[in-house]
């Protein structure tokens, strides 16, 4: 038994989330808020056999691409508290951080 952890970006949780229904694989879906860009995200929780590990990873990768978005810098101030309007940069969201561990026991009650 595995356990992966799926933290992709809002916009493409939806669609994996459908993906996971029609395939028959259970999940749990997590709001949760990213640290870098302070934008939402879905953290899916999902316990496989290990025979379906390679089969929910290639569902992820297939459901949660990549993709560049311009985003504002958050407004800083310097020492005469004067404002500094930053330009937009270019940033790489979405795609899918996973990480696959080892379960020791599983229950379901």
């Given at each position: ?67 560049e978005q311009y ?16 330009y937009p940069v ?20």
């Amino acid at each position: 038994m595995k356990l992966i952890l799926a933290i992709v970006q809002d916009k493409d949780g939806n669609r994996l989330s459908n993906e996971f229904v029609d395939r028959g694989i259970r999940a749990t879906k997590l709001s949760t808020t990213g640290g870098f860009l302070k934008a939402g995200n879905t953290t899916f929780i999902v316990g496989v056999e290990e025979a379906r590990v390679d089969e929910v990873l290639d569902i992820i990768r297939e459901n949660c691409s990549a993709r560049e978005q311009y985003m504002l810098p958050p407004t800083s101030f310097d020492v005469s508290m004067e404002t500094n309007f930053p330009y937009p940069v270019e940033v790489e969201v979405g795609g899918a951080t996973v990480f696959v561990m080892p379960i020791e026991q599983f229950e379901r009650f």
